[in-house]
């Protein structure tokens, strides 16, 4: 089945602990994003890759590290988690960028005390 | 600054009825436009895309339509059914893809 995974579906951590949100496809699709959802702020990019070892900010990237080593993942790294890093995260890839449509993964819920 | 208004943040209607949801912009000139689903503790779900130079684009009970003069979406659901109770999202594209806070929708039996 085509999907996006993201790992864990929920984390609850506490301040400076550094922390790695996986995420993974299996649709061989060269584009990778990271989003953060908050209430009334919809979602906004933190990065995305277009492909294997090209990783670019988005929006909202001050806090966050991405790794694009392998093309199926793309993992998100919090080295200092701060509370206003509390959100719900969702991962998503496309073919290539500007195409159709993104797939998203289910989410992380994001809590940090 | 690019700002993305979708209409207002819950709308109820009872079932059977059409769901209308708006998707306005300013200072934004999308190639195209696409509409997405989400339900609770889900991530959205893809539902269509319309691009510029198109007006309306259907899908069973779904219909969008693009106005680039008044710089709006518009969004159907007819013959709506308690199933369709959702989030809905537009997302506006360019050289990158930008998203509204999305319209809660409820659909009452």
């Known amino acids: 089945e085509a999907q996006v995974t993201q790992n864990p579906r929920y984390l609850i951590t506490v301040t400076g602990k550094k922390l790695t949100v996986t995420c993974s496809q299996n649709?061989?699709?060269?584009?990778m994003s990271w989003y953060r959802q908050d209430p009334g702020l919809g979602l906004r990019q933190i990065y995305y890759?277009?492909?294997?070892?090209?990783?670019d900010k988005g929006d909202v990237p001050e806090g966050y590290k991405v790794s694009r080593k392998e093309k199926r993942n793309f993992p998100l790294i919090l080295e200092s988690p701060s509370p206003n890093q509390t959100s719900l995260y969702f991962c998503?890839?496309?073919?290539?960028?500007?195409?159709?449509?993104?797939?998203f993964g289910s989410g992380t819920q994001l809590s940090v005390l | 600054s690019q700002k993305i208004e979708q209409n207002s943040e819950a709308l109820n209607i009872q079932e059977g009825k059409t769901a209308t949801l708006t998707c306005n912009y300013t200072?934004?000139?999308?190639?195209?436009l696409q509409w997405y689903r989400q339900d609770p503790g889900r991530g959205p779900v893809f539902l269509l895309l319309?691009?510029?130079?198109?007006k309306e684009k259907r899908k069973e009970r779904l219909k969008v339509t693009f106005d680039t003069t008044l710089k709006q979406s518009l969004f159907h659901i007819t013959a709506s059914q308690p199933a369709d109770s959702a989030t809905y999202l537009c997302?506006?594209?360019?050289?990158?893809?930008?998203f509204g806070a999305g319209t809660r929708l409820t659909v009452k039996p």
């Open positions: 998503a890839s496309s073919l290539w960028r500007g195409n159709e449509k993104l797939f």
């Open positions: 649709m061989n699709h060269e584009y």
């Open positions: 890759s277009m492909n294997v070892e090209v990783t």
């Open positions: 200072n934004y000139s999308p190639a195209y």
């Open positions: 319309i691009r510029e130079n198109e």
């Open positions: 997302a506006l594209v360019r050289n990158d893809m930008r």
